[in-house]
């Protein structure tokens, strides 16, 4: 009986992580270039769990992982100049509080107040040669990237693309960290739309669905746990009762 209740539990703990996970595509449903998150969960194979740190031998032994979606989202025309959409695959180099450079797919561009293309962190948006100025004027972005001010040649945004995406560092505000040592390539296969912005990858309806089975789940695993500490109590009752 015990066993069992170790059981229900260790499957109630990938399910609060799933709703944590949900809630947070929702809540950035509407965020340009955001790239959905999804949880992979399995239980450990015999040979798995006999080398897992688990509190009891009765414990069934849970793994679960935490991965990205990078499927571009759809593309909504805005008519701004700054806002940019990265059709194909790569993205936005922007930099960093401490220089270091970050990628991104939010194309929400603007200028900063010292005359930069900054994203709305504040980040720099960076070409092969470093920040790129575009005070005053009328700015073009070419297809390929090329900024002109009031058709003066300024530079090129700089897209790079990365083989293994799994290696990428989720660290908020739509931006990803890259693991030192990691060499950025240049993109080839992209286009930059000026005027459109890439939505989310979020299929809001979906999430939906699955949250609601989720919790589900969670709720028949915790109907089961009290089921059988209702059980375990009832016994330990009788058998006290006994003279």
Do not use: C
């Amino acid at each position: 009986m015990i066993k069992g209740m170790y059981q229900s539990a260790s499957a109630m703990i990938p399910r609060v992580r799933q709703q944590e996970v949900i809630a947070n595509n929702l809540a950035n449903a509407s965020a340009p270039g955001f790239k959905r998150d999804q949880i992979f969960t399995r239980e450990l194979t015999r040979a798995q769990a006999r080398q897992a740190d688990t509190r009891s031998d009765w414990q069934t032994p849970m793994i679960d992982q935490v991965y990205t979606d990078y499927d571009q989202g759809q593309f909504n025309k805005t008519d701004n100049p700054l806002d940019l959409a990265l059709e194909g695959y790569g993205f936005f180099v922007v930099e960093g509080d401490d220089g270091s450079q970050l990628l991104t797919r939010a194309g929400n561009f603007m200028v900063s107040p010292d005359g930069f293309l900054t994203n709305p962190e504040g980040h720099r948006v960076l070409s092969e040669a470093g920040p790129i100025p575009v005070e005053g004027g009328t700015i073009e972005i070419s297809e390929s990237g090329q900024v002109t001010v009031d058709s003066a040649n300024i530079g090129n945004i700089r897209v790079v693309q990365i083989d293994n995406l799994s290696i990428l560092d989720k660290i908020g505000n739509n931006e990803f960290m890259v693991p030192e040592g990691i060499e950025l390539a240049a993109a080839v296969k992209y286009t930059i739309r000026q005027g459109y912005l890439e939505s989310s990858n979020v299929d809001v309806i979906k999430e939906m669905v699955d949250m609601i089975v989720s919790f589900r789940n969670y709720e028949s695993d915790a109907q089961s746990l009290k089921a059988q500490d209702d059980s375990l109590e009832k016994l330990i009752r009788n058998v006290g009762s006994v003279r």
